[in-house]
């Protein structure tokens, strides 16, 4: 059973435009969720969080926007550079000792274009 | 740089090998999870540990076990290897009042054939 789905699953987006990834999770009992960054031959990169509390959260160009009632969460990627060009993957978990394993979403290959 | 370091690299080896993943978590962090990465399977958690016993249990097969020794370091033991298990296998860690903020390692490419 797939728990977060994310989509799209590849993105092209010209230089200085604005990415946008989703994802959608079925277990309610999640209440973090991060986003990876991930580069060919590297490990995944901790890129920005969120926790239901609040609907949005910006850092630098990346924001999260969040709707708990939908049961879904975006990443927005404001002017974005080739050098974002990426595998992005969403993920969630579950705050509480032994429950933070984090499930993830399929993943989004992000291309910017000049 | 994450902080979390994994050897080796890269590992080439035959089906029906056993071989041993190292990781070494951030200075100061006491879990360790392990994740595989696959392209039919996406990133899937394996195990975590938490300062030297075991705290959660994924999708990890009866053929591979891990363990985390007293200097926190952690060892994942693949036998009986099949193709199948060809993937990139991840590390990550945290510190324990902010268990969910896991940071990985470079991770380790492994080829059976």
């Known amino acids: 059973q797939q728990q977060v789905k994310q989509s799209p699953q590849s993105l092209i987006v010209q230089k200085g435009g604005i990415s946008i990834i989703n994802c959608a999770y079925e277990?309610?009992?999640?209440?973090?969720f991060p986003w990876y960054q991930q580069f060919p031959g590297k490990g995944p990169a901790l890129l920005i969080a969120i926790r239901p509390d609040v609907s949005e959260k910006k850092e630098g160009r990346f924001t999260i926007s969040f709707n708990k009632s939908a049961k879904q969460f975006s990443l927005h990627i404001m002017d974005s550079q080739p050098g974002d060009s990426a595998t992005y993957f969403c993920?969630?978990?579950?705050?509480?000792?032994?429950?933070?394993?984090?499930?993830f979403g399929t993943g989004t290959r992000l291309t910017i274009i000049p | 740089d994450s902080g979390v370091t994994q050897t080796p690299k890269h590992l080439i080896t035959a089906t029906g090998q056993r071989v041993t993943l190292r990781c070494s978590p951030r200075?100061?962090?006491?879990?360790v999870y392990w994740y595989q990465q696959s392209l039919d399977q996406g990133l899937q958690f394996l195990i975590q540990?938490?300062?030297?016993?075991?705290?959660a249990k994924g999708n990890i097969l009866e053929r591979f076990s891990a363990q985390q020794f007293p200097d926190l370091h952690s060892e994942l033991n693949l036998s009986s290897l099949e193709l199948g298990d060809s993937a990139l296998y991840f590390c990550?860690?945290?510190?324990?009042?902010?268990?969910?903020?896991?940071?990985f390692g470079p991770g380790t490419r492994l080829t059976v054939l």
């Open positions: 993920a969630a978990s579950i705050s509480g000792f032994g429950n933070e394993k984090l499930t």
């Open positions: 200075s100061g962090d006491l879990s």
């Open positions: 990550a860690s945290s510190v324990a009042s902010r268990g969910n903020e896991q940071f």
């Open positions: 540990y938490y300062n030297g016993e075991e705290r």
């Open positions: 277990n309610t009992a999640f209440d973090y």
